[in-house]
């Protein structure tokens, strides 16, 4: 696949530079002062050694350290990168950005984040001052709006110009014509702008306003207190009411929940619809009275503010218990800003506020986006400058350098000032709003808003889309598919056997019995042993439905119902297990699907807390499980375990089920597994391996103690627990294998196919687990049956990562996938060779990305490659990736309607953006792209009228056309024809779907190039000097008509010119036609003032 990238022997001169000073330090002498310099430059001098190893070398080679190395030239592309910048943007820039730099570094020095003491309901207590629990969304505020949007409007070459230019006419020796004339278009443009700004602006103010004013209950020593979002600090115990939000980072102390555990919903922080269970910290929670966490002295020792949302460590400690109380804290006692309370009330501390939440960090600062066509167009309008200055120049030589010639060479920049013309920023805005109005009245995809109205053309020019997972690409509704025990499958079909099989009660009494039960005797002695294996498979099937109904993290809730509270209905729920009103929650939509799956086969789940769980059998009868421990999945780990106790047996059961790839190795030798994970993953199921070990009361015991220790450990306390609970997980007993499928969205495998005809490369970055992803790229064709994937192993530093892309580098046309953390080692060691080795993989998917690592890819593309990205999500965490994309789209789903408010683009379905990027995509570009030429063409064939009229009255800066002429002939006599080119399509919609190829043409950017654009100054100049010229040679005896003649072919020639450039007439543009020529032979009649200029 990489075979392509150039490789040549570059020699590190950062180790040089390293080696170097390490060598002067050694040289100075014993002293102290000299021998830790040498350490530490000998240190990064083994680090920096890496750059010279090459990016294709065995494991060998790594070892025995080789010399003879090649590495790719990212040093050397970065400086001709740097070089080529410096050229074009000029040293200007440079330095307008080192003096802003320089300023905002002053005016915000940023704090280092700490970890911190946080004493319960004692903010005055804190040692630091913390950032104000404020959300802010604005870009500009009071006294930097009118100089933000200004900045951002004369950025633009094209309007810098024009300013300068209108200036220049209060000074009278510059004076050309009335001042209304350059004033007029110049004021429109930026009325326009500042109150499209505005509008946003106050939107944005409104909305973050209502946020920062929601008000919480705050508990005091005096009781509860009404207190603002933004007022709220860290150390105050906040109450959060069921269906409220999270106003900031918190650490769970008490619930009105009986079980001690609450479900908060995260969609808006990590993408994920499905509730998530959160345990409250046990010390406060056994408090008799919310009143008593004022009378204990209690305090939380909370890790520094960090990205990773997934996780959290930190201890609580009570002081003034005998011993003092030590409790852990991990992610379970979390609740972070921006998520929902969604059953109780709940109550905790204020641990992070402000810029320092999770949900704050992990999304980026909106920028405001510029099309690739507008900055294509701002270099046009450059040369076209350069091409103005140099017919000044030319025609001051000619007129031979007399008197002051100076003001002669302004007057005729002045006088040439149509050939940069100011209507080409009016036309495109009135045409991108158009393309808009175009794109929201397309009944065949009802719902598309176009919220930045900039942009439209970049549509059109996408060469990476980048894709969320749940809810864009699926559904994210699970339905369980197969179950396979080794010797027999059950399909959706064969359901009803496993029913028969739960009916009958014998294997259940035979395992509850030990095997000693009489009933099992007359069978076995009969002739056949048909029975036998029968018996054996009803066993299994009891075993494995058991599991599944018991090693989850999945809660029933009751919901309440008219007059009858919630609580009162939870605690009978024992009686009514039969309620209708039941749904099941969980951590994951797979597990949900599994419950209900147990439960549409006779084995239910009726009640479950943190202490027990509850089964009712077919039969009716209700089995109670005490749950000793519980080890929820982990991203590391793959895997979930319970230990539970039958209350009716006391026999120790220890539960787990995972990944093919976790669990292959704990369980015991079979031949099966291995083949049937593939077969169902081919099918695009996602399948689970789920097993048992059966633990005696003294191995609980041992276990217990020993991870009751780990559990507490302040270092490496995720190894330490990790480390106990695989003592257990050895030689366990394969049960079963599930296969659950996760529905795709409608269209989802024929819209993935047409992007990728057009050339669309579709990179998927989601924060869900390896297999799962892996899972839906297959399902959803993003990865075709017959490719390779190439999964890249888990790496944690330099030089597993170096090994790793050399593997990689082997592999030839296949799919990656990655994990977010071995993509965050890459990208800080080796990110150009990274970029440059997936870039050419057909399919990329990234699995357990934060929402700060969808935006850093979405931006490693774009500096990387060059290319234009497409972003498209649905939730709250994938806001960063759409804000940070040249093009944003956003689909209103389950997860809220945070992402599409973000984005650029909000469509209803994800198979709309097929249409949208083919037909509205093709169109906007094509349409803009001829619309900037006209009107270029139109300021170049009256500037070269101008030119030639100098040229022959002796290089005179008189103007041609007077005031009212030029400022009509830019709008009433040209402007409707000229812009009803936004109505003009080269293809059918219909055929540029049928056709997707139609689109790779396109993001060559052959419709607006240097090419194209010099066949038009070409046309100009031959029309200009034809028309002049003629008019002045033909109608040489009616001299004081000239005007009037010459001004009448031109605008002749215009009409004439729209006329042919269009391909698809529509009854509009005949209308603007005929309205413009009436419009410019009336104005002859009342005009003529202007016309009879001798």
């Keep these: 696949m990489a075979d392509q990238i150039p490789l040549y022997p570059v020699r590190s001169s950062a180790a040089?530079?390293?080696?170097?000073?390490a060598a002067y330090y050694s040289a100075a002498?014993?002293?102290?002062?000299?021998?830790w310099p040498s350490s530490r430059y000998q240190l990064e001098d083994e680090s920096a050694h890496l750059d010279e190893m090459p990016l294709m070398m065995s494991e060998e080679g790594f070892e025995n350290d080789e010399s003879d190395y090649h590495t790719l030239p990212r040093a050397r592309t970065a400086r001709r990168r740097r070089g080529l910048e410096r050229f074009v943007c000029g040293g200007w820039k440079l330095l307008c950005t080192s003096c802003c730099d320089w300023l905002v570094n002053i005016c915000q020095r940023k704090r280092e984040l700490k970890a911190r003491t946080v004493w319960l309901g004692c903010p005055e207590k804190c040692e630091e001052k913390h950032p104000r629990n404020s959300i802010k969304n604005q870009k500009y505020n009071i006294f930097t709006f009118i100089p933000g949007v200004l900045y951002e409007q004369f950025k633009f070459f094209l309007n810098l110009y024009f300013l300068v230019v209108s200036c220049s006419q209060f000074v009278p020796a510059l004076k050309i014509g009335y001042l209304y004339t350059y004033w007029a278009p110049l004021g429109f443009v930026l009325a326009v702008t500042i109150m499209r700004e505005a509008i946003d602006e106050f939107r944005r103010f409104q909305r973050d306003k209502e946020v920062n004013s929601q008000l919480y209950s705050k508990l005091t020593v005096r009781g509860k207190v009404q207190v603002k979002s933004s007022d709220i600090q860290v150390g105050d115990l906040i109450i959060v009411e069921k269906n409220q939000r999270i106003p900031s980072d918190m650490v769970f102390l008490r619930t009105s929940e009986?079980?001690?555990?609450?479900?908060?919903?995260?969609d808006q922080l990590d993408g994920e619809t499905d509730w998530k269970l959160k345990v409250a910290v046990s010390c406060t929670q056994r408090l008799p009275a919310l009143g008593d966490l004022f009378s204990i002295s209690a305090y939380v020792y909370a890790q520094k503010p960090q990205l990773d949302i997934h996780s959290f460590e930190g201890t609580f400690t009570r002081e003034d218990s005998d011993p003092p109380i030590h409790e852990s804290l991990s992610i379970e006692n979390t609740l972070w800003a921006n998520t929902i309370v969604a059953s109780g009330t709940v109550i905790g501390v204020v641990i992070y506020t402000g810029k320092e939440t999770r949900s704050v960090m992990n999304t980026s600062n909106p920028k405001n986006k510029v099309g690739l066509l507008d900055l294509e167009l701002n270099q046009l309008t450059k040369a076209l400058f350069v091409a103005l200055v140099a017919l000044s120049v030319v025609m001051v030589t000619l007129q031979g350098f007399v008197g002051p010639w100076y003001r002669s060479l302004f007057r005729f920049l002045l006088l040439f000032s149509y050939i940069i013309p100011i209507s080409l920023r009016v036309n495109l805005d009135m045409g991108k709003a158009a393309y808009g109005?175009?794109?929201?009245?397309?009944?065949?995809?009802?719902?598309?808003?176009?919220?930045?109205?900039?942009?439209?053309?970049?549509?059109?020019r996408l060469v990476y889309l980048l894709t969320d997972k749940t809810g864009t690409l699926t559904q994210n509704e699970m339905v369980f598919k197969r179950l396979h025990l080794g010797t027999v499958s059950y399909g959706a079909d064969t359901m009803d056997e496993i029913q028969g099989h739960l009916r009958n009660p014998c294997p259940q009494m035979q395992s509850q019995a030990g095997g000693n039960n009489a009933s099992s005797t007359p069978p076995r002695k009969a002739q056949s042993s048909a029975p036998k294996v029968r018996k054996s498979v009803s066993s299994r099937v009891h075993e494995a439905v058991k599991a599944i109904a018991l090693c989850h993290n999945v809660s029933p809730v009751y919901e309440s119902r008219a007059g009858v509270g919630g609580e009162a209905e939870y605690a009978e729920a024992d009686q009514d297990f039969s309620d209708g009103n039941r749904t099941y929650q969980a951590a994951s939509?797979?597990?949900?699907?599994?419950?209900?799956?147990?439960e549409s086969v006779g084995l239910t789940l009726v009640s479950r807390d943190l202490g027990s769980v509850q089964l009712r059998t077919p039969s009716g009868q209700i089995q109670t499980y005490c749950i000793l421990q519980m080890f929820p999945f982990t991203s590391e780990s793959k895997r979930m375990g319970v230990i539970v106790r039958d209350e009716s047996t006391a026999e120790i059961t220890f539960y787990m089920k995972g990944a093919d790839v976790a669990m292959s190795s704990i369980v015991q030798y079979n031949d099966w597994l291995e083949e049937e994970c593939g077969n169902m993953a081919r099918e695009g199921l996602r399948t689970l391996v789920v097993a048992k070990r059966a633990l005696t009361e003294e191995q609980y015991q041992d276990f217990e103690s020993r991870y009751s220790q780990a559990k507490l450990s302040i270092h490496d306390r995720a190894l330490k627990v990790a480390a106990v609970v695989e003592s257990l997980e050895r030689q366990m007993e394969l049960l079963c294998l599930t296969g659950v499928e996760d529905r795709l969205q409608a269209d989802v495998r024929p819209t993935l196919e047409l992007l990728r005809n057009a050339g669309i490369k579709i990179w998927m970055l989601t924060g869900d687990k390896l297999e799962t992803a892996t899972c839906i790229a297959k399902s959803s064709h993003l990865v075709s049956r017959t490719q390779d994937i190439h999964i890249f192993r888990p790496v944690t530093n330099r030089g597993e990562a170096h090994l790793e892309l050399n593997a990689f580098r082997r592999k030839h046309d296949c799919a990656l996938v990655i994990s977010g953390d071995s993509l965050e080692v890459c990208l800080k060691y080796y990110e150009h060779?990274?970029?440059?080795?997936?870039?050419?993989?057909?399919?990329?998917v990234c699995c357990r990305c934060s929402p700060t690592q969808k935006a850093r890819i979405a931006k490693l593309l774009q500096h990387h490659t060059g290319k234009r990205t497409c972003a498209v999500g649905d939730g709250g965490n994938d806001v960063s990736m759409i804000q940070a994309a040249d093009c944003g789209i956003g689909i209103e789903g389950k997860e809220g309607r945070q992402a599409s408010l973000a984005a650029d683009f909000s469509v209803t379905q994800f198979r709309h953006i097929g249409r949208l990027l083919m037909v509205h995509g093709r169109s906007s570009y094509k349409r803009s792209a001829a619309l900037g030429q006209f009107v270029m063409h139109r300021g170049l064939i009256i500037s070269t009228m101008q030119a030639v009229f100098s040229s022959v009255f002796y290089f005179a800066s008189v103007p041609l056309y007077q005031g009212f002429l030029m400022v009509g002939y830019a709008t009433i006599y040209t402007m409707f024809p000229v812009f009803s080119l936004v109505l003009d399509q080269d293809v059918k919609p219909e055929t540029a779907m049928l056709y997707p190829e139609l689109y790779k043409d396109l993001t060559k950017g052959r419709s607006l190039s240097f090419k194209t654009f010099l066949v038009w100054v070409l046309i100009s100049i031959y029309q200009g000097g034809i028309l002049m010229y003629g008019a002045l040679l033909l109608f040489e005896s009616e001299f004081v008509h000239v005007l009037a003649i010459s001004f009448t072919a031109l605008i002749l020639t215009e009409l004439l010119m729209v006329a042919l450039t269009i391909r698809t007439w529509h009854w509009l543009m005949a209308v603007a036609e005929v309205l413009s020529l009436g419009c410019y032979v009336a104005s002859l009649a009342f005009l003529n003032e202007y016309f009879d200029h001798s």
Excluded at 29 to 35: D, F, I, L, R, Y
Aim: charged share 25%.
């Design 16 to 21: 040089a530079a390293h080696r170097k000073r």
């Design 29 to 35: 002498g014993p002293g102290s002062g000299a021998e």
């Design 258 to 266: 009986k079980a001690g555990s609450c479900f908060i919903r995260t």
């Design 437 to 460: 109005w175009m794109i929201m009245k397309d009944e065949s995809i009802p719902g598309t808003v176009v919220r930045t109205s900039t942009i439209p053309e970049e549509l059109g």
């Design 589 to 598: 939509p797979d597990e949900v699907a599994l419950v209900q799956w147990t």
């Design 833 to 844: 060779e990274l970029a440059e080795l997936a870039c050419q993989c057909p399919a990329v």
